[in-house]
């Protein structure tokens, strides 16, 4: 099972910014190993963020993102005590999903 997710979600005015860190290796399958051979990609394709239940951001993502990957941005409207979660997906079919309480 992938790591934890690590979210931060604060009040900034009318908003929240939410801050997300994200453990995964994000191979581009470009990289040779000791061996010579190609690494296969594996990599985080798909984001989902919900905002109490509701979908406020999707994301698609390619071989272009870095190692264990951060995410920001604002949630217009929330405010303390709204739940946020996050969900990715990568290329192998794992998944994982992580929500954090806005402050």
């Given at each position: 099972m992938p790591d934890p997710m690590r979210i931060r979600a604060q009040v900034a005015g009318a908003n929240a910014m939410v801050r997300v860190l994200m453990?995964?290796?994000m191979e581009t399958g470009l990289r040779k190993d000791?061996?010579?051979?190609l690494v296969p990609a594996?990599?985080?394709n798909e984001v989902l963020v919900l905002h109490n239940g509701n979908?406020?951001?999707?994301a698609d993502w390619g071989t272009?993102?870095?190692?264990?990957?951060?995410?920001?941005f604002t949630?217009?409207?929330a405010k303390a005590?709204?739940?946020?979660?996050?969900?990715?997906?990568d290329t192998k079919g794992e998944t994982r999903t992580d929500e954090a309480v806005v402050v």
């Open positions: 453990a995964h290796e000791a061996t010579g051979l594996w990599h985080i979908p406020v951001l999707t272009g993102v870095s190692k264990n990957p951060f995410l920001q949630i217009k409207g005590g709204d739940k946020v979660s996050v969900s990715w997906r």
